[in-house]
DNA sequence: TATTCAAAACTTGTATACTAGTCAAAAATA
DNA sequence: TATTTTTGACTAGTATACAAGTTTTGAATA
C-alpha cells in the first residue's frame, strides 16, 4: 500500500479516506481482499477511530463491504455497480455539457483549453498525469454549472467505474479520450448544446467497447455475479 | 424532537442516523439551529460515537455543517443545494421512466399500480401517507431499472427537496402529483418512452412553481444567500 | 463605565478500552 | 476415527476519556 504524507488542514479522518480511496482505485489494495482498521490505523499511524469513519464513507457506495464483527471486505469489480456509476455520469453530465453551452464564461473556457492543452502534452508520455487532467476536465464542467455536490456524489459511486478506467487507460492502445474533450470543448465555445451531447455520448461510449477486454485481461478481480 | 424507538437489527450508527434525517425533512429540528452531539446522544440513549457518524454522513450531504470545535448547525433551506437536488432527481429519474419502459416486468406494474391506488385512495386524507406512497412509487422505478445504488446518492442529495418538498405539499392546495404519477405509469404501461419523460418532467415541473409560495411563507428558514 | 484578558465551559476530534459477535482450531466426547 | 463442544484469537461496534480548539464569562484594570 502507498502512503503518501498527511496534507496540511485535513482530518485524520479526511486522510485515512483519502489515501485508501487512492490505493482502491490504483489497485494497489486488490479486489476481493480483506483490509482491517488496525491493520490501517497502524500503517497510517492512526488510531482506529478516524480509519473506522472512513471505511463507514467507503462502504456508503459499496466500494467496500463491512461485515459486522467479521472485517472490511474490499469490493469484487461488479459490472452491475460498474452500470450504474457509469449510467450516472452518463446521465449527469450528458445534461451538464448542454447546461455548460451557456453558463461558460470566457475564464472557464480559457480553463478548460488549458487543462486540454496539457491533456494534448502528456498524452502517450504519462497515462497517471492523463487520468488526473481527465478528472479535472470532468469536475471543471460540474464547476462551470455550479453542481459540485452533485459531482461529489458521482465521485463517491464513480470509483467503481475509476477502477476499471485505470486499466482501460494501461491496457487500450488507441485512446481517443483526448480528442473527445477537444469536441465537447469546441462544441461548448460554438454555445453548441446539441454537438456537446453527442460529442460526450461518444466519448462516454468508448468505455463501453472497454468492457470486454477488461473483463479478458483481468478476471480474477471480476465478481461472479457480473455479466 | 420526535424519537421513535430503535428497529431490531438497526445498528445505533443507523438508528442515530434515521431519527435526525427524519426530524431534519420534518422540520422538527428547525434550519439554521445549532444540535450537539452529546444533546442528541441523550435523547436517543446513545453515547456520542454513533451520533459522531450519523453527523459525518450527514455532512455529505451538506444537510448539517459541521463548524470542527465549535458545533453543528442544520443547514438553513438553500436554493442552490435544492437546485442541484432537484436537477439530479429530475436528469435521473427522466432518463430511468425512459428506461423503465422496456424494463419493467408485469410484477413491476403491478406494484406500481397498488402504490397508485392507494394514493388515490389518501389523497386530501392524509398527507404524510400521500408522500411516503410518492417516495415509494418513486423508489420502485429506481429498483425496476436496478439503480438502487443511484437511488441511495439521490436520496441523500434529496434531502434538501424533501424538507420543502414537504412544505410544498401542506401549503399548496391543488396537488396535481397523484394525476402526474398516474400519466407516468401509463407511459410506462404503453412502453412509451416519449411520453413517460414528458410525463415526469411535467411532473417534476410543478416544484418549481411552488418556490415562490414557500419562500414567502417560510422565508425565516431561507439562506441569505438564496436567490 | 468601558476594555482587556484569563479562565472556565463549552464544542468536536481522536485515542483507548471494552463489548459482543465470528471463526477456526483444539479438545472432549461418542 | 468422527462428531460435537469449547476455547481463544480475531473482528467491528460502542462507550468513555482525553486533546485541542472556540466561545463565553467575569473579574481586574484603566
Known sequence: MNVPPKNVNE?????????????????????????????????????????HEAFLELSKSKIVD?????????????????????????????????DACELAKEEDLRELEDNLE??????????????????????????????????????????????????????????KIVSDHRAILNAIKKKDPAAARAAFQKHMARFELDWSIICNEYKQYISDGST
Open 66 to 98: 463491512i461485515l459486522p464483527q467479521k472485517g472490511c471486505r474490499v469490493s469484487m469489480i461488479d459490472s452491475d455497480l460498474i452500470r450504474e456509476a457509469r449510467f450516472l455520469r452518463i446521465t449527469v453530465e450528458t445534461a451538464l455539457v448542454e
Open 11 to 51: 482530518t485524520n479522518r479526511e486522510y485515512a479516506f483519502r489515501v485508501i480511496s487512492a490505493n482502491i482505485i490504483s489497485l494497489d489494495i486488490e479486489p476481493g481482499s480483506m483490509i482491517g482498521e488496525q491493520e490501517i490505523a497502524t500503517m497510517l499511524g492512526l488510531s482506529r477511530t478516524p480509519v
Open 118 to 175: 496539457l491533456q494534448e502534452f502528456y498524452l502517450s508520455k504519462d497515462a497517471d498525469k492523463l487520468l488526473a487532467l481527465d478528472n479535472e476536465f470532468h469536475k471543471l464542467i460540474y464547476s462551470i454549472c455550479n453542481k459540485m455536490q452533485c459531482y461529489y456524489m458521482v465521485s463517491l459511486m464513480s470509483m467503481h467505474f475509476d477502477r476499471v478506467r485505470s486499466l482501460s487507460l494501461h491496457s487500450v492502445k488507441d485512446l
